[in-house]
């Protein structure tokens, strides 16, 4: 069988030093193109690549995303900042290309996605609910991209269940007191040194609190995400949002 031939942007980063080992590592993966910030984005059709892993940065995210698709490469993004308007506009571009695939993964880290999936099924189950997202301070955003769709994912539960505005007379005497409200759950960042990424969903109802606590305490927690999605993107057209979706629901392994 042919190798996948991948090329990662963003290569020198955090993230893409990993991501390279762990392309190079993969028996059925090629690592054909490693592009940094000065690189253009034409070496990517000369290398002949056929996935594009982006690991940028939120201002470089959406043209290097536009370019791979135009060019009918595949994407495997790991690169925050996906609001629902550059979501539109992402899908409006893999309209235009039938047959790209692109995997927007607010985080690879399988117990990650573990949390969201635990946090969307206690939702409803509870009053109040609250995220402290923790990460390193070399961190570019907040909140992070995993807390912003915890919190996405949180609401749409509440509101299939009919819960309304969570109970809360405080009033802030600063701004920020009471953190980022994303559609409707407050959402808390720490940046400290010693962390890599970290995450608590917390729920509280009459008697109880639930904690559902995460940590990747390195960044290889993030690579057989990153290695799955690029196995898995070509054969699935048009946006997918979240590694949930690619993932086997009836085997254990990643790798597969
Ligand atoms: N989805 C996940 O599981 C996951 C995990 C960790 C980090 N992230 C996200 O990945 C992104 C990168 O994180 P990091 O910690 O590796 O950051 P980083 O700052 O260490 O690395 C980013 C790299 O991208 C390069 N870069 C910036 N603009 C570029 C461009 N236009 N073309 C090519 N290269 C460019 C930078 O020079 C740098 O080397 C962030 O958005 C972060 O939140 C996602
Ligand atoms: O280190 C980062 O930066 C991370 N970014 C992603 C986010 O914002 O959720 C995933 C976790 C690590």
């Known amino acids: 069988m042919s190798k996948q031939r991948v090329a990662i942007i963003g290569a020198g980063g955090r993230m893409g030093v990993e991501a390279v080992r762990a392309v190079g590592a993969a028996d059925d993966m090629e ?10 984005l034409e070496t990517l059709t000369e290398a002949g690549a056929e996935v594009a892993v982006d690991l940028t940065h939120p201002d470089a995210v959406m043209g290097n995303l536009e370019f791979c698709v135009r060019h009918g490469i595949h994407g495997v993004v790991g690169t925050t900042g996906f609001t629902d308007e550059r979501l539109a506009t992402l899908r409006g571009w893999l309209a235009e290309a039938p047959g790209v695939g692109v995997l927007i993964a607010p985080n690879f880290s399988i117990g990650a996605v573990l949390t969201m999936q635990f946090a969307r099924q206690a939702a409803r189950f509870f009053e109040s609910a609250e995220i402290v997202e923790l990460h390193h301070p070399g961190k570019a955003d907040a909140p992070s991209g995993t807390a ?3 919190a996405e994912m949180v609401a749409e539960a509440r509101a299939a269940a009919g ?7 405080t009033t802030s005497a600063l701004d920020g007191a009471r953190g980022a409200v994303v559609a409707g759950v407050p959402v808390h960042s720490v940046r400290l040194s010693g962390l890599v990424a970290h995450q608590e ?22 690579m057989p995400g990153v290695l799955l999605g690029i196995r898995r993107i070509g054969g699935v057209p048009g946006l997918t949002l979240g590694l ?8 254990l392994d990643l790798d597969g």
């Open 163 to 169: 819960l309304g505005p969570q109970p809360d007379a």
């Open 201 to 222: 969903v917390l729920f509280g109802g009459d008697g109880e609190i639930l904690t559902i606590r995460h940590d990747s305490m390195n960044r290889g927690s993030f």
């Open 148 to 150: 912003t769709r915890t």
């Open 31 to 40: 690592l054909v193109a490693t592009l940094g910030r000065n690189d253009k």
């Open 244 to 251: 949930e979706h690619l993932l086997d629901p009836h085997s």
